[in-house]
């Protein structure tokens, strides 16, 4: 049971480090096609999807999408995730 316990949380840690790497990879990209075709271009939502994926499932993902959905809310978002406050990442 305890190394089933361990194992999941591993995996949870590792997922998150993934999750901040992979954003901090898709963010320049991003930024790039909402500043050249705009936020709401086919590109910038399908990028924006991918984008928000990275936030942690449930509530966390659901207030990231509706808060940098939102207007020009998508130019606050910071270069590490990290430093996104908390329930929104």
């Known amino acids: 049971m305890l190394k089933t ?3 999941t949380a591993g995996k949870f840690i590792y997922s998150r480090y993934q ?4 954003y901090m990879k898709l963010k320049p990209a991003c930024f790039r096609v909402w ?3 705009g936020f709401h271009s086919l590109e910038g939502q399908v990028l ?8 942690n499932y449930g509530a966390q993902r659901h207030n990231f999408r509706k808060y940098y959905s ?3 809310n998508w130019k606050k978002l910071p ?3 990290n430093d996104i406050m908390y329930g929104y990442w």
Do not use: G, I, Q
């Open 5 to 7: 316990l361990l194992t």
């Open 19 to 22: 999750a901040r790497k992979d």
């Open 35 to 37: 500043e050249n075709n």
């Open 48 to 55: 924006f999807d991918e984008l928000a994926d990275t936030a």
């Open 70 to 72: 939102m207007s020009t």
């Open 79 to 81: 270069d590490d995730p």
